[in-house]
């Protein structure tokens, strides 16, 4: 097997959460955001690896990772076999030089006082312009730049040339944006294009002929694409492979034919299912997931998903916030706060790692004890099965679960996925 | 380098002349016109003083304090110089130091900003710091006692003044900085390989620059004002250089028998301080307008 043109082990991006003075002294100043908790995956030259996962989720974090827009907190990241996790500043030059950034908004990525034509000119002086071997030529000539930005421009289609080089942003369409920006980033003949959301922004009709052109490109220049997209749909028409993403992970990766025709993971399925189909007869029931994304500063235990998943296990992660979380929904309803309401409200309610408690004071937790009990019972589930045990600890009543099962990566039919299920 | 010079600045003053004459028919474009109107008419009064004034402006001409009329269309002071002529010949202080101390302060208040808004962190925090603690001041107070220490002469007063603009334009300058910096198409230019001093010269500047012209006619309005008040104190130019600020000082004790020998300077100052300020007010609006639509634009196509 021939050496991946990148491999990502193991990466993990996290941000510090920043706090004031007073919080940090509280013990508060450890809490950071775990954009990307341990992601592995690697991409073949001329390959379309596609990234899809909803917003937030971290894939655009793993975009800047590897242009060093974003420094990783652990893991590796290798690029024709050489580390560039950590790169000096030569290296990293010379790095932005290979891997380069398509943006989603290429209005805001394009400088609203700068004409087209100098945004593109400013790269060749600052890189060189591209030589015949694939080196660089530094050159102060400026009728050559003029002439290189030409070029360019002609290459994404963008004719007459000279017509656009003294345009500003303001004074392109959508389309004719992206491919300046597209042409900013050949003009350092980059070999892999890390594409963030570059159709997003993008009128339907547009969208296609853009998808099409980027192939096109890729063809061209022999390019290879780290596709990053919320959209399903058009990861299907791009990407080889896919990964899906979830809160900093990915849940499964595969070849993308092998993904959309028989999903695995619950979160991947959801992701399918939500997929408008253009047709009015069609009926089937929808599963997809309850709630929100939860926060990535303190990310669920055990399986991310678990508390939205429609086929959770009992030892999918169950924790003490997700009691919280119950009784929250349950007493949506009227009736049921109204015959509950002994044990709330739900802020008296606190949640520490797999234990969640009530703090009764003077009242007899006896009561509250034996509501909670009959509440878990009565919404039964995976979640019922997790307990461990109810109790009361002199003053305070207790929920306590069971440590998740070890959640690793696995090979199911074809592809990796990462589920408990599998 | 040269070149490089000329091409952000041509675009970049371009664009800026171009927004205020597309707006050139508002009431803040009006404002703008009247307030640059008298401003030049001023400035060429101080260049053609020698031309235009009826008499030496240091000679005693006629008997003191003659009202106006006649030949003294704004009568004769306490030591029977022409009013009018020192005026005209007058004008050139306030103007020399707005060119010198708006200069100073532009040139060290807006790398200042660059770098800080663009470095952040401690650096950041440590030139705020010192920015602030200057700010804090009384803008006036400061002035004197720099002069105080500095001694007399146009150079020393511009300078006492333009330290007392620095902040100004450094805040307005950084704050604009640290929000666009966050904008794409920085990230884009770091990402791109661009070297940090091209980020901040050809990508943060221009985007940065319609706030200079503003900062600026407030400053010069204010220095205007700060030089007569150091004058009045005794802490402006040395006797023999006509100055609106030294007549007044020279003159305000016999209002009440001579009431036109401050109450012309005065009016000048007036007069002055308020073109300004019409220039500033007027490039405020048509100028901050500028970002907010912008803004919206993008907003939308979100």
């Given at each position: ?16 959460v ?8 509280l013990?508060?100043g ?6 990307v ?24 974090t ?25 790169p ?10 290979r ?6 908004d ?30 660089r ?29 003294n ?27 890390v ?75 959801a ?27 303190w ?8 508390p ?37 409200p ?77 | 380098?040269?070149g ?49 004034a009826p ?6 001409v ?5 009202p106006?009329?006649?030949?003294f ?45 663009f470095a ?21 107070l ?11 002469g146009?150079l ?49 500047l221009p ?28 802490l ?14 020279l ?13 012309f ?10 073109a ?13 307008p500028?970002l ?11």
């Amino acid at each position: 097997m021939t050496e991946p043109l990148l491999e990502v082990r193991d990466l993990k991006v996290y941000f510090p959460v920043f706090s004031g003075f007073v919080q940090r002294l509280l013990g508060g100043g450890d809490a950071r955001v775990h954009a990307v908790d341990g992601v592995t995956f690697s991409i073949a030259e001329g390959e379309v690896f596609g990234l899809v996962g909803e917003s937030g989720c971290g894939k655009s974090t793993i975009a800047k990772t590897l242009v060093g827009l974003v420094r990783a907190t652990s893991g590796r990241l290798l690029f024709r076999g050489e580390d560039v996790t950590r790169p000096d500043p030569k290296t990293l030059f010379r790095l932005r030089e290979r891997i380069q950034l398509i943006y989603q908004d290429a209005h805001a990525a394009l400088s609203p006082a700068m004409t087209v034509g100098e945004a593109i000119a400013d790269v060749l002086r600052t890189h060189g312009l591209p030589g015949p071997s694939g080196n660089r030529v530094q050159t102060k000539s400026e009728d050559a730049i003029r002439e290189a930005v030409y070029r360019t421009f002609d290459d994404v289609g963008l004719r007459p040339p000279a017509f656009y080089y003294n345009k500003y942003p303001d004074e392109l369409s959508g389309g004719q944006k992206q491919r300046v920006v597209a042409a900013r980033v050949l003009a350092l003949r980059p070999q892999l294009i890390v594409a963030d959301e570059p159709v997003a922004m993008l009128d339907m009709s547009v969208r296609a002929r853009m998808l099409e052109f980027l192939m096109e490109l890729k063809a061209k220049y022999h390019l290879t694409y780290l596709f990053i997209t919320h959209d399903l749909a058009t990861a299907k028409f791009m990407c080889d492979r896919i990964g899906i993403m979830y809160l900093g992970r990915i849940v499964e990766m595969g070849r993308a034919s092998t993904i959309y025709a028989d999903p695995k993971h619950p979160y991947t399925k959801a992701l399918l299912e939500a997929i408008p189909i253009p047709d009015p007869e069609r009926k089937t029931k929808k599963i997809l997931p309850r709630g929100e994304v939860p926060n990535a500063v303190w990310p669920p235990a055990g399986c991310r998903f678990h508390p939205r998943c429609p086929a959770v296990l009992a030892s999918c992660g169950w924790e003490g916030r997700d009691v919280i979380a119950l009784l929250e929904e349950r007493w949506l309803s009227p009736e049921l706060a109204e015959r509950e309401a002994l044990a709330g409200p739900v802020k008296e309610w606190e949640a520490d790692g797999l234990i969640a408690r009530r703090q009764m004071g003077k009242t007899d937790p006896g009561p509250v004890y034996d509501l909670i009990r009959r509440i878990l019972l009565e919404s039964g589930g995976p979640m019922a099965g997790a307990v461990r045990k109810v109790s009361i600890e002199g003053t305070v009543v207790v929920v306590e679960f069971r440590p998740p099962d070890l959640l690793v990566p696995k090979e199911a039919e074809g592809r990796v996925v990462e589920c408990l299920l599998y | 380098m040269a070149g490089w010079f000329a091409r952000g600045r041509t675009s970049l003053v371009g664009r800026l002349i171009g927004t205020f004459l597309g707006q050139s028919r508002t009431i803040a474009g009006i404002l703008v016109w009247i307030g640059l109107g008298v401003v030049l008419t001023i400035l060429v009064l101080a260049l053609l003083a020698p031309f235009i004034a009826p008499f030496d402006p240091n000679t005693k001409v006629a008997s003191p304090e003659l009202p106006p009329g006649g030949a003294f269309l704004m009568g004769t002071d306490r030591g029977g110089q022409d009013v009018l002529s020192r005026i005209i010949w007058g004008s050139r202080v306030p103007l020399a130091i707005i060119a010198v101390s708006t200069t100073i302060s532009l040139a060290l208040g807006l790398p200042l900003g660059l770098v800080s808004g663009f470095a952040g962190g401690r650096m950041d925090r440590g030139i705020l710091l010192v920015m602030d603690s200057i700010y804090a001041f009384p803008g006036l107070l400061l002035a004197i006692a720099i002069a105080a220490v500095i001694g007399r002469g146009i150079l020393n007063i511009s300078f006492a003044i333009a330290v007392v603009y620095i902040p100004t334009y450094f805040r307005v300058i950084r704050n604009h900085v640290t929000s666009v910096k966050q904008e794409p198409y920085v990230e884009a230019a770091v990402a791109l390989g661009m070297p940090r001093r091209r980020v901040i010269g050809r990508y943060i500047l221009p985007n940065v620059a319609q706030s200079i012209p503003v900062i600026f006619s407030v400053n010069a309005a204010d220095a205007v004002l700060t030089e007569a008040g150091l004058a009045v104190l005794g802490l402006g130019l040395p006797p023999g250089i006509p100055d609106w600020g030294f007549d007044i000082s020279l003159n305000w004790q016999r209002f009440d028998v001579s009431w036109w020998a401050t109450f012309f300077p005065g009016l000048f100052i007036l007069i002055l301080t308020t073109a300004l300020t019409f220039v500033g007010e007027g490039l405020n609006d048509i100028l901050n307008p500028l970002l907010r639509k912008r803004e919206y634009k993008a907003g939308a196509q979100a």
